[in-house]
């Protein structure tokens, strides 16, 4: 069973240090960024399962980061982080594809709840993906009969 590997996404250092050391207590493989740039690189070399992303960065902003995510690595799930301020912005981000978003501040127990739930949507649209894929190589017992009789 593959472990949950999640990246938290924030420029505010403390809420990422903290967070990641209290989600590594708890068995958890936590990346962090810094920025909506730093984040994408990580993606590139690491396979990462959900991503917590806050809205509001300076530079790339959460939005234009999600898009990015979604259209590299669509199987990302995306969970927005957003302040009181820009909950447009978290409704902005469920149309683009995010998973699921979450105010500031947000408990480290609701903070996991959502990433497992992401990470269980993950499993189940990888298993249909194989399925499909299978099912795209195998035969059906009325091909594997006609190719006996021929």
Do not use: C, W
């Not at 995010?98 to 990888?126: C, N, S, V």
């Amino acid at each position: 069973m593959e472990k949950l590997r999640m990246m938290l996404v924030d420029d505010e250092e403390r809420f990422l240090i903290t967070t990641q050391k209290l989600l590594s207590k708890k068995g958890y493989d936590v990346l962090i960024a810094n920025s909506g740039t730093e984040a994408l690189d990580l993606l590139n070399q690491k396979n990462v399962h959900v991503v917590i992303l806050d809205v509001k960065m300076p530079g790339m902003d959460g939005i234009e980061t999600l898009r990015e995510i979604k259209t590299r690595f669509p199987l990302t799930e995306v969970i927005m982080l957003t302040g009181h301020a820009t909950v447009e912005s978290a409704v902005d981000g469920l149309k683009s594809g995010a998973t699921d978003y979450l105010m500031k501040p947000t408990g480290l127990d609701e903070l996991i709840h959502k990433a497992e739930d992401a990470f269980a949507k993950r499993q189940r649209m990888e298993e249909k993906i194989r399925l499909a894929q299978s099912k795209k190589f195998m035969k059906s017992p009325r091909e594997i009969i006609r190719e006996g009789e021929g």
